[in-house]
């Protein structure tokens, strides 16, 4: 099992940048592809980034491409997510989630492929 700690997040004007991280507990992080998740009030909670425990297979939401960097340090047991360019629309609750990468999922994009979720951390945009 995993558990996992957002924080980073806060109010900061468009434009601006923030600098999430994810920590996660345990000494198996490394075996755990990794998730950005967000949700604003009254959506459904949406993809942002996803990571494998390599370091590749990255893909961004095309709302936040060249805009946002995933990345991990898998000695800190710690996920990232650069945030650039933030737009209002970029507001919303981050979530971080892991999946174990034992290479059987088939869609890292998808809300149901994560079993491990932080409690998440606010980033609100002012414009």
């Known amino acids: 099992q995993v558990q996992l700690v957002e924080s980073g997040g806060g109010l900061v004007q468009a434009g601006g940048s923030l600098r999430l991280s994810c920590a996660a507990s345990?000494?198996?992080?490394?075996?755990?592809?990794m998730g950005w998740f967000r949700q604003a009030p009254g959506k459904e909670r949406e993809f942002v980034a996803t990571?494998?425990?390599?370091?590749?297979?990255?893909y961004y939401a095309d709302s936040v491409k060249g805009r946002f960097t995933i990345s991990r340090d898998n000695a800190k047991n710690t996920l990232y997510l650069q945030m650039n360019s933030l737009e209002p629309e970029d507001t919303a609750v981050y979530y971080c989630?892991?999946?174990?990468?034992?290479?059987?999922?088939?869609?890292?994009?998808?809300?149901?492929?994560?079993?491990?979720w932080g409690q998440g951390t606010q980033v609100t945009v002012s414009s």
């Open positions: 989630a892991a999946v174990r990468d034992d290479g059987s999922r088939t869609n890292y994009r998808a809300v149901y492929t994560y079993n491990y």
């Open positions: 345990g000494r198996t992080f490394s075996s755990y592809a």
């Open positions: 990571i494998r425990w390599s370091g590749g297979g990255i």
